[in-house]
């Protein structure tokens, strides 16, 4: 990984919907070697995939939550099945393991609150769960997707 390829991931980050000339020349480079870079980015899986970001408050999704949770259980079998019942869920748009006095954390995007209780009773009847709590974001201050790449 050099500065080039560095460059062109932050090309890449701010507005992956150009075309190659649009990107080489953002990116400061020419249009073959800027292709073939991103080809083996993305064949090593450092580029993941290419979406379009949509208006969460446009699309009437405009409550936030971010749910605790804490289990009395810690074994692979019960992870897994916890896991597998999350991943289902559509809502979730981040599930976490977390060090210190919470075990897991999860980000959901839904409607109201009486649609985030819906959420709610799904994750119940995944696994045993000790604790659920949650927090709704009244404002976001700051959201991206962007990595900070050094360019040093």
Known sequence: MDQIDLRILNTLQKDASGSIADIAERSGTSQTPCWRRIKRMEEEGIIKKKVALLDQEKLNMGLTGFILIRTAEHDEEWLDGFAKGVQEM????????????????????TTDLKSYDAIYKKLIKVAKLSDVSACFSMECLKMTTELPLSLG
């Open 90 to 109: 559509p809502e979730v748009l981040e599930f976490h393991r977390m060090t210190g006095e919470v075990d897991y954390l999860l980000r959901v995007v």
